[in-house]
Structure formats: structure tokens, C-alpha cells
């Protein structure tokens, strides 16, 4: 992913994900309000609580903008694209399991 290990908790503070990412903080709140796939939560005090999911995300966008000189709307469509083919693939193999199920009742 990053070749950093990222500590293994709920969630992470800005500050640390600045720190995991090599970004500053101003970045991450462009970066919110332009892929919306990034969704902090707020802590009752309005502190940005990123979950795991919000750091992969994050990553993948830096390594398009930065690394492969994506645009951000092109980095948009990537994840976008992205994420239709999962969900294809993920509809294929639930219906995979499905026949699968079918099969070994009517063997049984």
C-alpha cells in the first residue's frame, strides 16, 4: 500500500493520518470534499476521527495524483471505474455461492 505500516485501531486523527500519509491537513479537507469515498467522522469535540478504510482510500488517491499524474477528475473516474467492476465481481460470485447452494441441494 504505502510500504508503512499503519497501526491497527478504529480510527485515526488527522495529525496521524497527516503523519501515515506525508500530508498536510489542508490537503485532506480538499481531498473530502472532492472524493466522496473519504468520510471521516466527527468526534463530539469536531475532531476528524479516518477509519481504515478512509487511510486505503486516501493512499490509492495520492499514489493516482502524485505518483501517476492523475487529474483529480481522472482519479475520480479510476475510482469510480474501480468500484463498478468490484461491485460487478462481487455480483458474480454471490451468485456463484447461489448456484453453488442449489447444487449441493439437489445432490443431497
Given at each position: 500500500?504505502?510500504g508503512?505500516?499503519?497501526?491497527?485501531?478504529?480510527?485515526?486523527?488527522?495529525k496521524?493520518?497527516?503523519t501515515?500519509?506525508g500530508?498536510?491537513p489542508?490537503?485532506?479537507r480538499?481531498?473530502?470534499?472532492?472524493?466522496k469515498?473519504?468520510k471521516?467522522?466527527k468526534?463530539?469535540?469536531?475532531?476528524r476521527?479516518?477509519?481504515k478504510k478512509?487511510?486505503e482510500?486516501?493512499f490509492t488517491?495520492?499514489k493516482?495524483?502524485?505518483?501517476?499524474?492523475?487529474?483529480i477528475?481522472?482519479?475520480k473516474?479510476?475510482?469510480a471505474?474501480?468500484?463498478r467492476?468490484l461491485?460487478?465481481i462481487?455480483?458474480?460470485l454471490t451468485?456463484?455461492?447461489?448456484?453453488?447452494?442449489?447444487?449441493e441441494k439437489?445432490i443431497?
Open positions: 500500500m504505502n508503512r505500516e499503519i497501526p491497527d485501531r478504529v480510527f485515526y486523527r488527522i496521524e493520518v497527516c501515515l500519509t500530508l498536510k489542508h490537503v485532506l480538499y481531498w473530502e470534499q472532492e472524493f469515498d473519504i471521516p467522522v468526534s463530539p469535540t469536531g475532531q476521527l479516518y477509519k478512509d487511510l482510500i486516501i488517491i495520492k493516482l495524483l502524485h505518483e501517476k499524474r492523475f487529474t477528475d481522472g482519479a473516474q479510476y475510482l471505474n474501480h468500484k467492476i461491485n460487478e462481487r455480483e458474480e451468485e456463484l455461492v447461489a448456484m453453488l447452494k442449489q447444487e439437489q443431497k
